[in-house]
């Protein structure tokens, strides 16, 4: 056969990926999470090569095979690169006007999140300055912040509201984290968090805080459609367990799926309610009690952790990661970006769980890609590189996924496509290009 007869029966692919010294599929997973050793398996394929036409991975195999059955329009080689699925970050509060960073210097020099809360600081702080802006200041604050989560390889996050604290202002929070999916080719998956803080007012009537949410913001934000999740701080001090289990209880019956912050900075019982109500995950678990996630595992609660969060904290205490995996629970790792833990970098997030809590690459890997997928309900769509998935890819300019944890702070990624798009080259660029859906 001919060159050219051979290239008329080749299929055509936009994109082609070929030569990859690894290619990272955590392949077989889209039903249910990687648990125990499984998220060890990254389902590795050297020589690796993937074909992308209309914004889906068409094929995914060896790259004599798949350029053999392929074309493409555009071919990137990743010769002595890896290439592995966009990251999904499950947990950030991406939406807030400010910054905190003369807070940080008190926290630096020994004030407690209590103290800063407490004084009207903290979330309460960011929650007036939130309440200030109009909301296409957050949604253009918000596009900044999507620009640098993809610079680092993150192409779908999960975003809470929760700087508003109250109906109207998380209405509009939750606005424009719609506008942001809509605008930013990352995916932003919506999630109502009114229960983030108590505000002032309330602050010696919690159950009418808690009332308020249940009767008006929960049946709000489900007749406007704009949060598919619904999260509660649950914490001492903040919301009780009777209180979280009355919010989500009501989320449920008006079909917003829960989520929890559990026992992040004390042993609080959070990890035992999570499996309770059936979240899909339970976040934070720092101080999480063995019988908490002895429940998670039976009840296949997701457990998202975020070193990033406690790092920022300046915290002693990591979760216990290592007990979580070998009890069977699901691990995924989120960045809990928000306004003050300005760590936009799932990479970091990555390092810091390998070394903080000894995650070897490979499990932290798991846990920011499908893991991260299955904590947001998009493991269908997202999470790893299989025929039939969006085509969020990333190129890291390294020859295997170890450097993943042993290079800090520094940005591997070179190459993101997001929905079928070549959208950052940095060999060619420094910025993002084709953000916007639409174009
Ligand atoms: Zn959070």
């Known amino acids: 056969m001919s060159k050219a007869q051979r290239s008329r029966t080749r299929e055509s692919a936009d994109i082609l990926i070929v030569n990859a010294e690894e290619l990272l599929t955590l392949a077989g997973s889209s039903q249910s999470p990687h648990i125990g050793k499984e998220m060890r398996e990254l389902g590795i394929i050297r020589d690796g090569a993937l074909a992308i036409r209309a914004g889906k991975i068409v ?49 630096v020099e020994g004030a407690t999140f209590a103290e800063l ?23 253009d604050l918000g596009l900044e912040r999507l620009d640098t989560m993809l610079a680092h390889g993150t192409t779908t996050v999960e975003a809470k509201s929760g700087y508003g604290l109250t109906t109207d202002d998380e209405l509009k929070i939750l606005k424009a984290t719609k506008r942001l999916n809509q605008l930013h080719c990352v995916g932003v998956v919506s999630c109502y968090m009114g229960a983030h803080a108590i505000p002032l007012e309330y602050r010696n009537s919690v159950d009418e805080y808690v009332q308020l949410i249940v009767e008006e913001g929960i049946p709000r934000v489900t007749d406007a459609e704009l949060a598919e999740f619904c999260d509660v701080f649950c914490e001492r001090g903040i919301f009780n367990l009777e209180q979280t289990k009355r919010i989500l209880t009501a989320a449920k ?16 019982g959070g990890a035992e309610v999570a499996a309770a109500v059936g979240t899909v995950s339970a976040d934070h678990l720092n101080y999480a009690s063995s019988s908490g996630i002895k429940a998670m595992a039976e009840k296949g609660v997701s457990a998202v952790l975020l070193p990033a969060a406690t790092f920022s904290q300046m915290m002693d205490k990591y979760a216990d990661a290592r007990r979580m995996i070998d009890s069977g629970v699901a691990v995924a790792l989120a960045s809990g970006f928000n306004s003050s833990l300005c760590l936009p970098n799932q990479q970091l997030s990555i390092a810091m769980a390998c070394h903080f ?20 309900c998009r493991a269908g769509e997202v999470g790893s590189l299989e025929a039939g998935k969006q085509a969020d890819v990333v190129i890291l300019n390294v020859p295997n996924h170890k450097f993943l944890g042993y290079s800090v702070g520094v940005n591997l990624v070179e190459k993101v496509i997001c929905d079928g798009r070549l959208v950052l080259d940095r060999e060619k660029q420094d910025e993002p290009v084709f953000l916007n859906k639409n174009e």
Do not use: W
């Open 59 to 107: 094929a995914v195999g060896k790259t004599h095979d798949i350029t053999k059955a392929f074309r493409g329009e555009y071919v990137l080689s990743a010769k002595g690169k890896t290439v592995l699925p966009g990251f999904v970050d499950p947990h950030t509060h991406l939406v807030f006007a400010g910054s905190r960073e003369d807070e940080f210097q008190m926290k």
């Open 117 to 139: 809360l407490d004084s009207g600081g903290s979330i309460l702080k960011t929650a007036k300055e939130t309440k200030n802006a109009r909301m296409e200041k957050l949604v």
């Open 253 to 268: 019956n008006l079909k917003l799926k829960p989520k929890m912050h559990a026992d992040f900075m004390c042993a609080f």
């Open 357 to 376: 809590m000894r995650l070897i690459p490979a499990e932290a890997i798991t846990a920011a890609t499908i893991n991260a997928a299955h904590a947001v």
